[in-house]
């Protein structure tokens, strides 16, 4: 009997500290920044009758070198994902007028070997990126990728375009990711939190943000450092999806909050915290970085009378 009482007491114990939600973890967007910085300078331009500030641009070259006797579907595959990657952020938009003052991407294919044998295909690519601003070529980055695939019925096995499509995504996203930032996702672990917020979890597992947040604003209990950094983490998810800065100020100040109530000694909330700061900076840069480079985009329009739309 004491042992049963003494099981039950100890489930209550580790019930009251562990709370609700404890564990919880949801995914939300995010971004990587781009490995090659230092050569961001080399890509700005500045032209005080375009923009007040520098912008970031390239003239995308649309001959791919040696692309068409390796598979004359390459050329077009590595250009259109090109574009679709560079501008997935504008933070490095795509200049339609390029001249030799300007910089310019070409690419290379270095190698290509596509092998059918039974029931097994397989295929590798290398290609080479090179940034150049007239003769000065101040980035030259090669990527390559192998693919395997097999199957007993050899019909399912997929096509060498299809092969291609998938090399040729995993290159360009090896390349774009040293120049610009791409999007990602990024886990956040929750703290425990009081019995009367069980259901802030089932909002947040529903990507009903706002909902939860609601639900915190108006709890009316003790605010300690689990109440702020859970709340921190629901605005930084509701603004991740909008890209609001108003609501990723209120996620920093609770973030803040969190860490003055003994969130500094706690590796979660350090590390969600400081993860955020590295989003909150990237994307602060990325939307100012646009707004230059909507300058050139609308300079090339009443060039040319195209639209927006055919720089992506």
Not at 147 to 166: G, H, M, V, W, Y
Not at 217 to 244: P, W
Not at 264 to 279: G, K, L, P
Request: proline share 2%; hydrophobic share 35%; charged share 25%.
């Amino acid at each position: 009997m004491k042992q049963t009482i003494s099981l039950i007491t100890l489930s209550m114990i580790i019930f009251f500290f562990t709370g609700c939600g404890s564990g919880a973890k949801i995914v939300i967007p995010s971004y990587t920044a781009p490995k090659e910085v230092a050569k961001l300078s080399k890509i700005q331009t500045k032209d005080e009758f375009i923009s007040d500030g520098a912008y970031l641009a390239v003239w995308l070259n649309p001959k791919v070198k040696d692309a068409l006797e390796a598979n004359r579907k390459l050329e077009d595959m590595l250009v259109y994902n090109v574009k679709q990657r560079l501008t997935e952020t504008n933070f490095i938009t795509l200049d339609p007028m390029g001249s030799n003052s300007d910089v310019a991407l070409g690419m290379k294919i270095l190698s290509y070997e596509y092998k059918p044998n039974g029931n097994k295909v397989s295929l590798s690519l290398e290609v080479s990126f090179t940034l150049s601003r007239g003769s000065d070529e101040f980035l030259v980055k090669i990527y390559s990728d192998r693919k395997n695939r097999q199957s007993r019925d050899a019909s399912k096995l997929p096509s060498e375009n299809e092969l291609t499509s998938a090399a040729v995504s995993k290159v360009v996203k090896y390349f774009i990711s040293d120049i610009s930032p791409l999007k990602t996702n990024q886990l956040r672990e929750f703290k425990s939190l009081s019995q009367e917020l069980t259901h802030v979890i089932t909002y947040a597992k529903r990507k009903n943000y706002q909902g939860a947040i609601k639900i915190m604003e108006k709890y009316k209990g003790k605010k300690d450092m689990n109440y702020f950094y859970d709340l921190a983490i629901l605005y930084e998810a509701q603004a991740s999806n909008t890209e609001d800065m108003k609501l990723l100020n209120r996620a920093s100040e609770y973030y803040e909050k969190a860490l003055s109530l003994g969130g500094i000694n706690d590796e979660i909330v350090v590390s969600a915290s400081s993860r955020f700061d590295s989003f909150y900076n990237l994307l602060n840069k990325i939307k100012e970085q646009d707004k230059s480079n909507q300058a050139l985009r609308h300079d090339r329009n009443s060039m040319t009378g195209s639209s927006d739309s055919e720089y992506k």
